[in-house]
T-cell receptor
Framework: GAVVSQHPSWVICKSGTSVKIECRSLDFQATTMFWYRQFPKQSLMLMATSNEGSKATYEQGVEKDKFLINHASLTLSTLTVTSAHPEDSSFYIC???????????FGNGTRLTVT | GDSVTQMEGPVTLSEEAFLTINCTYTATGYPSLFWYVQYPGEGLQLLLKATKADDKGSNKGFEATYRKETTSFHLEKGSVQVSDSAVYFCALASGGATNKLIFGTGTLLAVQP
């Protein structure tokens, strides 16, 4: 079945540095990818919708200059957390689908800890 | 805006007990409704879905019925197993061009032998 690979699974970085998270669709071409953030005991909050070859659409309240999303190919989207701060520590999850009403496939998530 | 509310966990049950996890939603229009499951150390997986009122989604012994009159989509299973221990997320998709998913907070289910 369809698989979405997310890398790294966990990362620790220092305040002020940038961290890149990759989301790859392994056996299908994903026209759309979504990035979510999950706080402890809270729901997955949609951060942005990424369409291949175009700029990402960010949800209200998400800083696009802080959370840079690139969807350069049909199999890869990246989320870069720039100038990370401890409050950016969270669990980030990507999902991908082939087209409009296709099922969504999720990555295993990335645990980011900013010290 | 659209939202999903589900019961807080953790829910702790003995093996073979009956499970209900409540989920209600608020949405304009007619959303599709989903239950996702996240087993320890794994990504979210679609468990079941329903796309219109009175539809019943079912999979692996789990069921949920789309109730428009009560705006609910409660998850049920008649006899849980230890292997059902996971976090369960209720979600809705509002449709449209992006058809993005909106999730509830998740409910941790722990089944004891």
């Amino acid at each position: 079945g369809a698989v979405v690979s997310q890398h790294p699974s966990w990362v620790i970085c220092k305040s002020g540095t940038s961290v890149k998270i990759e989301c790859r669709s392994l056996d299908f071409q994903a026209t759309t990818m979504f990035w979510y953030r999950q706080f402890p005991k809270q729901s997955l909050m949609l951060m942005a919708t990424s369409n291949e070859g175009s700029k990402a659409t960010y949800e209200q309240g998400v800083e696009k200059d802080k959370f840079l999303i690139n969807h350069a190919s049909l199999t890869l989207s990246t989320l870069t957390v720039t100038s990370a701060h401890p409050e950016d520590s969270s669990f980030y999850i990507c999902s991908a689908r082939l087209q409009g009403n296709s099922p969504l496939h999720f990555g295993n998530g990335t645990r980011l800890t900013v010290t | 805006g659209d939202s999903v509310t589900q019961m807080e966990g953790p829910v702790t049950l003995s093996e073979e007990a009956f499970l209900t996890i409540n989920c209600t939603y608020t949405a304009t229009g007619y959303p599709s409704l989903f239950w996702y499951v996240q087993y320890p150390g794994e990504g979210l997986q679609l468990l079941l879905k329903a796309t219109k009122a009175d539809d019943k989604g079912s999979n692996k012994g789990f069921e949920a019925t789309y109730r428009k009159e009560t705006t609910s989509f409660h998850l049920e299973k008649g006899s849980v197993q230890v292997s059902d221990s996971a976090v369960y997320f209720c979600a809705l998709a509002s449709g449209g061009a992006t058809n993005k998913l909106i999730f509830g907070t998740g409910t941790l289910l722990a089944v004891q032998p």
